[in-house]
T-cell receptor
């Protein structure tokens, strides 16, 4: 059911930018892309979301391609505490109800 | 804002027993979701409430599973006649529509182990 595909794992050096890709080639015009992360034994935590335009907040930046078939989450200066599983999610709308479909995520390891 | 609270944090039960989990969403959040997560997998959608109305149920939710949200506040998820395959983390999330822009706020989950 997942509408997204992500690499299984990635490593990033501390202090460097972490770029996490996501493919969502079957996304529909009104479906948003959300990113969450999950640290072991905790519930997922919201990071950022977008529809068409690039977005930035205090945690990250989201770059969405013009055709909306893929996106990249950027953590500008990764720290050890950013080690987590990152989920790219498409929010599916059906008659006014919303469903968030998670894939298997990318396990990011930030290395000292 | 005290966050989404889930109880218990851990539950160990024997196969065939019934279990019930509770979720207290963030106050006044009108939407509440239940997800199930097994080791190494992303959370799987189970069901969703808009206030007290259960609007959608996944086909993953067999007849042994039932969820309620009386009065549109806390929610319970009951599993009857548990099976070993029910062992998983059960996550609850809440959202305030439209103000929270669709952001889901998750609890820390209830880890169920069926022996």
């Amino acid at each position: 059911d997942a509408k997204t595909t992500q690499p299984t794992s990635m490593d990033c050096a501390e202090g460097r930018a972490a770029n996490l890709p996501c493919n969502h080639s079957t996304i529909s015009g009104n479906e948003y892309v959300y990113w969450y992360r999950q640290i072991h034994s905790q519930g997922p935590q919201y990071i950022i979301h977008g529809l068409k335009n690039n977005e930035t907040n205090e945690m990250a930046s989201l770059i969405i391609t013009e055709d909306r078939k893929s996106s990249t989450l950027i953590l500008p200066h990764a720290t050890l505490r950013d080690t987590a599983v990152y989920y790219c999610i498409v929010r599916v709308e059906n008659s006014g109800t919303y469903k968030y479909i998670f894939g298997t995520g990318t396990r990011l390891k930030v290395l000292a | 804002d005290t966050g989404v609270s889930q109880n218990p944090r851990h539950k160990i039960t024997k196969r065939g027993q019934n279990v019930t989990f509770r979720c207290d969403p963030i106050s006044e959040h009108n939407r509440l979701y239940w997800y199930r997560q097994t080791l190494g997998q992303g959370p799987e959608f189970l069901t969703y409430f808009q206030n007290e109305a259960q609007l959608e149920k996944s086909r993953l939710l067999s007849d042994r599973f039932s969820a309620e949200r009386p009065k549109g506040s806390f929610s319970t998820l009951e599993i009857q006649r548990t099976e070993q395959g029910d062992s998983a983390m059960y996550l609850c999330a809440s959202s305030l529509v439209p103000l929270s822009q669709g952001k889901l706020f998750f609890g820390s989950g209830t880890q169920l182990s069926v022996l």
